[in-house]
């Protein structure tokens, strides 16, 4: 569900909440001022030295898990166009009329795979872009299985087999990639002990009477910043970080140009 929401309000809502939680810390702050001692202070300190370590450590935790989902869906795009440009090649093994609807079947394919990027959040055009690969998968499948019927001991066709099969694979792998993100529960932690510590901040300023508003903003700007950026990673679909499909797309320059 987050992930399907528009960035720009994202960034608005956590700003938005940001604020709040300074506001709300520092009224209450303000009460406590009166019956405060240095002790409180310090502690409240040591408090907001913690919480801000610990929101540090969730940070960087969640850009690596992001980043890591990320270069995953790369190499699964490379790799799935050295799959189809490596069984492209095998099907010279086969034989005239079969290689022809081969390079047919795999042009569609690839085409195909392109679509399912641009289908983006629509679900009806992910599942006909699910859909039609499945069914080109299968038709492709036919024609190997009818040229190892022909000669079970092929060497070649059996080559085009082992190709093909690692390219139905690396569709499904990159499906998966898909909807591999970071969970919503880390997400939803590290809007809590954002606020958290911001609140504490808020306090600490209500304590001494003083806002300090120009650090306390950038510094919660700044915390937002990388949450979003967290979240851009790690959305395949929009955002300003996209997987290239440079690879698929010379791929399919290429099977456009003929073999």
């Known amino acids: 569900m987050l992930f399907e929401l528009n960035e720009f309000l994202v960034c608005l809502g956590l700003i938005a909440c940001s604020c709040i939680a300074i506001e709300i810390g520092f009224r209450l702050g303000l009460r406590r001022r009166a019956i405060s001692d240095e002790t409180d202070r310090t502690h409240i300190s040591s408090l907001q030295g913690a919480l801000l370590g610990l929101l540090a450590l969730l940070l960087g935790f969640s850009f690596a898990m992001a980043v890591g989902r990320y270069d995953a869906r790369r190499a699964l795009v490379i790799k799935e166009a050295n799959a189809i440009g490596t069984t492209l090649l095998r099907t010279e093994f086969l034989p005239a009329e079969q290689r022809n609807e081969a390079r047919k079947l795999l042009r569609a394919y690839v085409d195909s795979r392109l679509e399912f990027v641009n289908a983006r959040l629509d679900e009806e055009w992910l ?7 499945a069914s080109l998968q299968a038709q492709l499948w ?3 299985t009818t040229a190892t019927t022909q000669d079970p001991r092929s060497v070649p066709a059996g080559l085009f087999v082992t190709t093909l099969n690692e390219m139905i694979d690396v569709s499904e792998e990159r499906v998966a990639a898909f ?4 969970p919503q529960p880390i997400i939803a932690l590290l809007v809590a002990v954002s606020s958290g510590a911001l609140g504490l901040i808020g306090y600490g300023c209500g ?7 120009p650090s ?4 919660s700007v700044l915390s937002v910043m990388v949450l979003i950026v967290v979240l851009d990673i790690d959305r395949p679909r929009q955002g300003l970080i996209q997987v290239s499909q440079g690879s698929m797309l010379r791929l399919q320059e290429s099977l456009r140009g003929g073999p």
């Open 207 to 213: 304590l001494v009477g003083r806002r300090h508003l």
């Open 179 to 182: 909807y591999n993100n970071v």
């Open 142 to 144: 036919s024609i190997a």
């Open 127 to 133: 599942k006909k872009t699910f859909t039609t690969a």
């Open 216 to 219: 306390t903003i950038l510094f």
